[in-house]
Structures are given as structure tokens and as C-alpha cells.
T-cell receptor, first 113, second 114 residues
Framework: DTGVSQNPRHKITKRGQNVTFRCDPI?????LYWYRQTLGQGPEFLTY????????KSRLLSDRFSAERPKGSFSTLEIQRTEQGDSAMYLC???????????FGPGTRLTVT | GENVEQHPSTLSVQEGDSAVIKCTYS??????FPWYKQELGKRPQLIID?????GEKKDQRIAVTLNKTAKHFSLHITETQPEDSAVYFC?????????????FGAGTRLAVHP
């Protein structure tokens, strides 16, 4: 499968724990996006990388959230001191064209108990 | 601020009927409008998109229309089939400081009944 992949697919954690998700974009795509999707809502933009540079962060991304893309390939999203409100599907997307199609990964479903 | 509104939130049709989903956007600079289909538990998948230099685009049973003056665009599905049942999201690209991001509508849950 040469599409966008994400790991893990599901994560259950207790409130206060830290979690880290990984996204592997399509290999030639230099643009990578993180979104959060809650039940019954569309994906909400979190952050954007062009190569290894994080160029934009949503105000939804509190100080507990950090994202990296160290070598311009895969990216990680870490949530520290998780809260129940962090429970959501975290989607990663990549693109080649800044004004074109974004290809989504299968998402990581986070449940904070 | 940046906003995409989508209506209706749910839509129920009989197999063979047409379905129309409408979206409005706020940023007049937006020039790319994709539609995604998301089946339960699966990733959003692009089904059709339109750029602001065209007013309509068709792909078999799916069509999208764009009215830039009114800042709205619509998805039309003809001859609906049960496998069209899913949640459909419209989106508009917003440009902020030279960077682009997709702003999604809240989604329309389409149910096609045999």
C-alpha cells in the first residue's frame, strides 16, 4: 500500500498519560497535515509541515500538543497529559501540490478514559 | 473568520433519486473546493473537486457546481445507489500567510434506501 499510513490505529490511554502518533505520508509528498475529527464533525486543521518546517499551527493546538517532522518524511504528533476532551480521531494527510488534493491516512482513534 | 457551512446535516433518499448537498464559504480568496466521502470507520476519500476557474464539473453520476459570486458550491449525485450511503464533507482551501489549509464543513450523512 503506497498511501498515507498511520500508527497506531487505536489508542486507549488514561487521563494524564502521554501519547505519540506516527504518520508516514506518500513518499514524494513534501506537505503534511494533521487534523482532528470528533464524532459528527468534519476534520479540523491542527498543523502543517512543508518538508521538515512546521509552517502553521491552529489555535486548537494547545501547549500540550507538539508535532515534528524531523527529516521531512514521517511525522509524529505527541499529546502530553491527555484529557478526556482529547478523545478523537487524529487524521494525517499529505499532498504534493499546495493547491491540490490532500490524501488522508486511516487515522488514529484516541480514547482517553 | 474562516468558515464552511454545509447543509443538510442528514439526507435520506430512495435508491435512484438525486441528492444535493450545499456548502457556503467565507474566504473570497478560496479557489479550490474538494468533496470527500467518508464511510464508517474509514478515511475521507476525495470524490470530486473544482477550482474557481470553472463553474461545473461532472464525473459520471457526481457533479459539483460553484458560484464564486455567492460563495457557494454544491454536490449533486444522480441515480443514487445504496453504496452511496456515507458522510460527505465539503471543504474550501484557505490561504493564510502563504500557506494553505482545508476548512471542512460539518458533514452530511446520506442514507440511500433500496
Amino acid at each position: 500500500d503506497t498511501g498515507v499510513s498511520q500508527n497506531p490505529r487505536h489508542k486507549i490511554t488514561k487521563r494524564g498519560q502521554n501519547v505519540t502518533f506516527r504518520c508516514d505520508p506518500i513518499s514524494e509528498h513534501n506537505r503534511l497535515y494533521w487534523y482532528r475529527q470528533t464524532l459528527g464533525q468534519g476534520p479540523e486543521f491542527l498543523t502543517y509541515f512543508q518538508n521538515e518546517a512546521q509552517l502553521e499551527k491552529s489555535r486548537l493546538l494547545s501547549d500540550r500538543f507538539s508535532a515534528e517532522r524531523p527529516k521531512g518524511s514521517f511525522s509524529t504528533l505527541e499529546i502530553q497529559r491527555t484529557e478526556q476532551g482529547d478523545s478523537a480521531m487524529y487524521l494525517c494527510a499529505s499532498s504534493l501540490d499546495p493547491r491540490g488534493e490532500q490524501y488522508f491516512g486511516p487515522g488514529t482513534r484516541l480514547t482517553v478514559t | 473568520g474562516e468558515n464552511v457551512e454545509q447543509h443538510p446535516s442528514t439526507l435520506s433518499v430512495q435508491e435512484g433519486d438525486s441528492a444535493v448537498i450545499k456548502c457556503t464559504y467565507s474566504d473570497s480568496a478560496s479557489n479550490y473546493f474538494p468533496w470527500y466521502k467518508q464511510e464508517l470507520g474509514k478515511r475521507p476519500q476525495l470524490i470530486i473537486d473544482i477550482r474557481s476557474n470553472v463553474g461545473e464539473k461532472k464525473d459520471q453520476r457526481i457533479a459539483v457546481t460553484l458560484n464564486k459570486t455567492a460563495k457557494h458550491f454544491s454536490l449533486h449525485i444522480t441515480e443514487t445507489q445504496p453504496e452511496d450511503s456515507a458522510v460527505y464533507f465539503c471543504a474550501a482551501i484557505m490561504f493564510s500567510g502563504g500557506y494553505n489549509k482545508l476548512i471542512f464543513g460539518a458533514g452530511t450523512r446520506l442514507a440511500v434506501h433500496p
